[in-house]
T-cell receptor
Framework: DVKVTQSSRYLVKRTGEKVFLECVQD?????MFWYRQDPGLGLRLIYF???????EKGDIPEGYSVSREKKERFSLILESASTNQTSMYLC?????????FGPGTRLTVT | GENVEQHPSTLSVQEGDSAVIKCTYS??????FPWYKQELGKRPQLIID?????GEKKDQRIAVTLNKTAKHFSLHITETQPEDSAVYFC??????????FGTGTSLTVIP
């Protein structure tokens, strides 16, 4: 059974803080993704990675960066959190097109 | 880039009736169309998918149809049950890297 885990279910941060969200998958998947989910907007891709140290921008990369130093781990970084980054963040990994999602991190920036 | 539109945004059906959710896409190069179900407070889970070389796929009470010419695909749920209540998302991808999601349909099955 594929397992995708995220470091926190809930996070509260202050404006301007640096925030790290971590995602780990245990199935040796090449591809990993970070999405944010907002009501009425569905899931929007922030970044994805198809290999260690490789990354590609998605639709909404502004204000975010990512790191993939090991195959199983993909981190999302908010360099200076802002209130408009309050959202649900979902990580996913995939093989042969099929995506498996983590449980999500609900981030609140105050 | 790809643009996926999903309708309706909310859908209520009586238990036992059928539910249909429709999506359109813009990029004719898209070749993979998954559907995800997200129950309240849980992660999205893949329930069915279809590739562009197939017109229809069924899995028990769930079916997906694809019309490549019209660039639309639909999810059909028959004999709906209360546990089918959830938010459903369609998506499209042409390379397995970039996935474009619809905005979701909140389905309520009334007992």
């Amino acid at each position: 059974d594929v397992k995708v885990t995220q470091s926190s279910r809930y996070l509260v941060k202050r404006t301007g803080e640096k925030v790290f969200l971590e995602c780990v998958q245990d199935m040796d998947h090449e591809n990993m993704f970070w999405y944010r989910q907002d009501p009425g907007l569905g899931l929007r891709l922030i970044y994805f990675s198809y290999d260690v140290k490789m990354k590609e921008k998605g639709d909404i990369p502004e204000g975010y960066s990512v790191s993939r130093e090991k195959k199983e781990r993909f981190s999302l970084i908010l360099e200076s959190a802002s209130t408009n980054q309050t959202s649900m963040y979902l990580c996913a990994s995939s093989i042969h097109y099929e995506q498996y999602f983590g449980p999500g991190t609900r981030l609140t920036v105050t | 880039g790809e643009n996926v539109e999903q309708h309706p945004s909310t859908l209520s059906v009586q238990e036992g009736d059928s539910a249909v959710i429709k999506c359109t896409y813009s990029d004719s190069a898209s070749n993979y169309f998954p559907w995800y179900k997200q129950e309240l407070g849980k992660r999205p889970q893949l329930i069915i998918d279809i590739r562009s070389n197939v017109g229809e796929k069924k899995d028990q009470r769930i079916a997906v149809t694809l019309n490549k010419t019209a660039k639309h695909f639909s999810l059909h749920i028959t004999e709906t049950q209360p546990e089918d209540s959830a938010v459903y998302f369609c998506a499209a991808s042409k390379d397995g890297n970039q996935f474009y999601f619809g905005t979701g349909t909140s389905l309520t099955v009334i007992p």
